[in-house]
């Protein structure tokens, strides 16, 4: 892939100000890299890779997203890829983690699996960018990514899109935060694409834990958008805000969900 259309997607090839970097073309993982500076404090490597290394994964697999449509279940019955990522415990990464999928082929099905733990006490964020090579017209994302938020950690989420006028795109994102935990989601796609279906969930498990999802997202020509997020706020003194960004020109359609449902005390 060519570095301008990775750098449209945030992806920075000179990791000068990149903690580490995944990579995957199509099917396959390009590159994997960890800066020296960030050795035992980060580790990522293919989701395949780390369900052969780590018998405990398991636990984490298609706990935070549950397999309740088509695409979840075509995820599991044909898996393509994704990565694995651990934040260690009192770890805190000041510069981003930068993860890219790019679909190169024509009529091309995308299906990943991504695990994100950050360990307690641990602080990150990620630039995770998904595009297509310009000879890539038809093709379809899917992406099942379940993060998990130990007690004490913070997680910062930005997720760059940019595909072509006839992709389609489902991500299925779950995220289960623990105590005086922090996530924070920023979702940016500012080009056309022909439907994107996004719902994030995520689970305030913990007391005083909080989660929030943005959307910035500008919808042009026939893009159809429908975005959103549910937060359940099962800890107490947790909170939950979903903030929606958009504008939207020609015969484009976007949609803006929201539910934040109560349960903990004083949230």
């Known amino acids: 892939p060519s570095n301008e259309t990775l750098y449209k997607v ?4 000179s990791e000068k100000n990149r903690a580490a970097t995944f990579i995957q073309d199509n099917e396959k993982s390009l590159y994997n ?5 960030f050795e035992g404090k980060i580790e990522i490597m293919p989701i395949s890779d780390a369900m052969k290394k780590y018998d405990w994964l398991k636990d984490f697999y298609f706990n935070a997203v549950k397999m309740k449509d088509k695409f979840t279940a075509y995820s599991e019955l044909y898996p393509t890829g994704g ?4 934040i260690f415990k009192n770890q805190k990464i000041e510069i981003p983690i930068q993860t890219c999928f790019l679909i190169s082929t024509n009529q091309t099905i995308q299906n990943v699996h991504n695990i994100i733990i950050l360990e307690e006490g641990s602080v990150a ?8 090579q310009y000879k890539a017209k038809k ?12 007690k004490n950690s913070k997680f910062i989420y930005n997720m760059i899109h940019n595909w072509s006028e006839e992709s389609y795109v489902r991500p299925r994102t779950g995220v289960i935060i623990d105590d005086n935990s922090k996530f924070v989601s920023n979702y940016i796609t500012l080009h056309p694409v022909k439907d994107i279906q996004l719902y994030p969930k995520a689970i305030c498990k913990g007391k005083k834990s909080s989660a929030t999802f943005r959307n910035i997202v500008y919808s042009k020509n026939k893009s159809r958008l429908d975005l959103g997020g549910k937060i359940i ?6 909170s939950g805000e979903i903030i929606s960004h958009s504008v939207v020109s020609d015969s484009s359609v976007n949609i803006a969900r929201s539910s934040i449902i109560s349960k903990g005390k004083n949230t």
């Open 10 to 13: 945030g992806i920075d090839m």
């Open 33 to 37: 890299n960890i800066n020296k500076t």
């Open 83 to 86: 990565y694995f990522l651990r």
């Open 125 to 132: 964020q990620i630039i995770n960018g998904c595009t297509v």
């Open 139 to 150: 093709t379809l994302h899917l992406a099942v990514t379940e993060i998990y938020l130990k």
């Open 233 to 238: 706020l099962e800890g107490d003194e947790s």
